[in-house]
Nanobody
């Protein structure tokens, strides 16, 4: 079964950290372009970070220096390490494979 399953979301205080995981199955993970998106209430879904099959990464400006995307092809998993979290990071975070496969999302809430 082809699927992406996110985990690791939750409630965190301002300045805190979370690590999101996305476990992939049913396809050749190592050859896929992987991304993390997020969608806040009332806003459009936006690209947060991406990583190529070769490990080249890219980030939206607002998370540069705070978020790190990585992948472990032996575990078919992509990660998003999030540090120095801000209230504006509050959103549902989605994993994406090759712009066509989506996970169900995991909620991240940053609160004081």
């Amino acid at each position: 079964q082809v699927q992406l399953v996110e985990s690791g979301g939750g409630l965190v205080q301002i300045g805190g950290s979370l690590r999101l995981s996305c476990a992939a199955s049913g396809f050749t993970f190592s050859s896929y372009f992987m991304s993390w998106y997020r969608q806040a209430p009332g806003k459009q879904r936006e690209l947060v970070a991406s990583i190529t099959s070769g490990g080249i990464t890219n980030y939206r400006d607002s998370v540069k220096g705070r978020f790190t995307i990585s992948r472990d092809n032996t575990k078919n998993t992509v990660y998003l390490e999030m540090n120095s979290l801000k209230p504006e990071d509050t959103a549902v975070y989605y994993c994406n494979a090759n712009f066509i496969l989506w996970g169900e999302g995991t909620q991240v809430t940053v609160s004081s």
